[in-house]
C-alpha cells in the first residue's frame, strides 16, 4: 500500500488546482477529485494505492457557514481511510467563501491544533498584524469586497474566529518562538516566512493541521519533495486550444483583453448569446494553430451564475465534440465555477496534475489520460500578459521540411 503524504481540502475545483500544483511540480504523484461527490468512488477505485497528494473539492465557497462545514467534514472522514501524514485547508488568499466555519470544522474533525496562513507573498497578497494584504492596499480597501456571491473576511482574521467561539493567537515569527501549541494565524511577508514557518511545525512533537493558499501549499511541498524540477512535458506541440474564461476577477479580463489585442483573428464565442458554438471552431488548417475563446457574454447579467457556467460548459462541449480525439488540444479554464462546470458535464473525476506552469496556473490531464490535458487558473492571479505568454509557448504541428501536403 501506497502512503499519502498530505490531504488537501478545497473550496472550489480552482483553489484544489491552485494548492497541489506546486507538489506535483516536484515530482508529486497528486490528483485533485473535482467533487465531493465523486470523492468515495474515487478512492474506492484507487484500491489502498493512494497518491502522494490527494486533494479534493468540497464545492462549498458560495454555501452558508452550516453546509461547508458540513462538506469539510464529510470530506475529512473520507480521507482518513488514506492516513496522511499532513492535512491542509486550502482558503481563499483574499478570503473569500466560509474562511471560519470550514477552518473550524477541520480543526474539530482532526483534534489537532491549527496554523492558519493566507499569505501568498508571489501574488502580492501578505498577512501583517492578522489582517491581509493585497499589493500594499488591506484587503477592505480592495475591489475584492464587491464580490457578490462570497465578499470577503472583513477585519483582524483573530477577531472573526474568536467570534465564531475558535480563539486564534497571533503568531509573528521573530517576535515569539516556537509556535504556541494552541491555534494561530501567523503573519507572512515574504516566500522565506512561509517556509521558516512550516519549519517550526516540523520541529513539534504532535501533528498539526495547516490551512491557507497557494504560498503555503508551496512551503509544505518544497519542505516534503524538494526544490521544483522540470516534471512536465512540453506545450510545443499544442495545436488546438480553448480558452475558457469565466472569471469576474479585473485581472482575468485584463489577460484576457491583452490575448485579444496581440491575437487579433482569435474567435471569441459567447456562451449566453451563441446557441451553437462549433462552427467557430472549425480549423480551415489542420496545419494551424487552431483557437478560440469561450466568455460569458453580454447577456449573462440576466442570468444566474449557476447558469453562465451552463452556458459556458455546454459551448466548451459544443468546440470540443469537432476536436475530440485531438492528442494536440488543450483547454484553459479561468474561474472554479466555470471550470467545475465543464469538467462534469465532461465527465471528469479527477485530475493528474503534472506541473505548476506559473504561480496559480495548474497542468493536468483528465481522469489519468495524458492525452486529455488541462489548464486551471485562479481568477485574480497572474500579470496581464500571462495568457499572452502562455499562447505563444503553443506551436502548431507541421509536415516535416521537405514534404508536400499529397505525400
Known amino acids: 500500500m501506497s502512503v499519502c503524504r498530505v490531504a488537501v481540502i478545497a473550496d472550489d475545483l480552482s483553489g484544489a488546482l491552485d494548492a497541489t500544483a506546486p507538489f506535483a511540480s516536484r515530482g508529486a504523484d497528486a490528483r485533485v477529485v473535482i467533487g465531493l461527490e465523486v470523492l468515495a468512488a474515487t478512492l474506492e477505485a484507487w484500491q489502498g494505492q493512494w497518491p502522494e497528494v490527494i ?3 468540497t464545492e462549498s465557497r458560495h454555501l452558508q457557514a452550516e ?32 474562511v471560519v466555519a470550514e477552518c473550524r470544522a477541520l480543526r474539530e474533525a482532526l483534534g489537532t491544533p491549527l ?22 492596499i488591506p484587503l477592505a480597501d480592495t475591489a475584492y ?47 522565506e516566512e512561509l517556509y521558516a514557518l512550516y519549519d517550526e511545525v516540523l520541529k513539534e512533537s504532535y501533528s498539526r493541521a495547516m490551512a491557507g493558499a497557494a504560498g503555503l501549499a508551496t512551503a509544505i511541498a518544497q519542505r516534503c519533495f524538494g526544490s ?17 474564461v469565466g472569471s469576474r476577477s479585473p485581472r482575468a479580463a485584463e489577460q484576457l483583453q491583452q490575448l485579444c489585442q496581440r491575437v487579433p483573428d482569435l474567435v471569441v ?11 467557430c471552431a472549425r480549423p480551415g488548417n489542420r496545419h494551424a494553430l487552431s483557437a478560440c475563446v469561450v466568455v460569458p457574454g453580454t447577456s449573462e447579467t440576466e442570468r444566474t451564475a449557476s447558469q453562465v457556467a451552463e452556458a459556458m460548459a455546454a459551448s466548451v462541449a459544443d468546440i470540443m465534440s469537432y476536436w475530440r480525439g485531438d492528442e494536440a488540444c488543450l483547454q ?43 489548464m486551471t487558473k485562479a481568477g485574480g492571479f497572474g500579470d496581464p500578459q500571462l495568457l499572452v505568454r502562455l499562447h505563444h509557448q503553443f506551436r502548431p504541428i507541421r509536415p516535416p521540411k521537405g514534404r508536400g501536403k499529397n505525400e
Not at 68 to 86: D, I, M, Y
Not at 171 to 177: D, I, N, P, T, V
Not at 269 to 279: F, K, T
Open 145 to 191: 469586497q464587491q464580490d457578490a456571491r462570497s465578499a470577503p473576511l472583513v477585519g483582524p482574521i483573530d477577531r472573526a474566529f474568536a467570534a465564531s467561539g475558535m480563539p486564534l493567537h497571533r503568531y509573528c515569527l521573530g517576535r515569539e518562538a516556537p509556535l504556541p501549541q494552541e491555534d494561530c494565524v501567523a503573519d507572512a511577508e515574504s516566500d
Open 228 to 244: 521544483s524540477g522540470a516534471h512536465t512535458r512540453s506545450l510545443h506541440n499544442v495545436s488546438t486550444v480553448l480558452y475558457a
Open 115 to 136: 496554523l492558519l496562513v493566507p499569505a501568498v507573498p508571489a501574488q502580492g497578497r501578505i498577512v501583517r498584524d492578522a489582517k491581509v494584504w493585497v499589493d500594499g
Open 269 to 279: 464565442v459567447e456562451a449566453c448569446r451563441e446557441p451553437s458554438a462549433a462552427p
Open 55 to 57: 486533494a479534493v473539492n
Open 332 to 374: 484553459f479554464l479561468t474561474g472554479g465555477d466555470i471550470a467545475m462546470a465543464v469538467l462534469s458535464r465532461q465527465g471528469v473525476r479527477y485530475i493528474t496534475v503534472e506541473s505548476e506552469w506559473s504561480p496559480g496556473v495548474a497542468l493536468g490531464y483528465l481522469d489519468g489520460d495524458p492525452r486529455r490535458r488541462v
Open 67 to 98: 453546509g461547508a462545514a458540513l462538506r469539510v467534514s464529510e470530506a475529512a472522514r473520507l480521507l482518513k481511510q488514506a492516513a496522511p501524514q499532513q492535512w491542509f485547508k486550502k482558503v481563499d488568499s483574499t478570503l473569500r467563501g466560509q
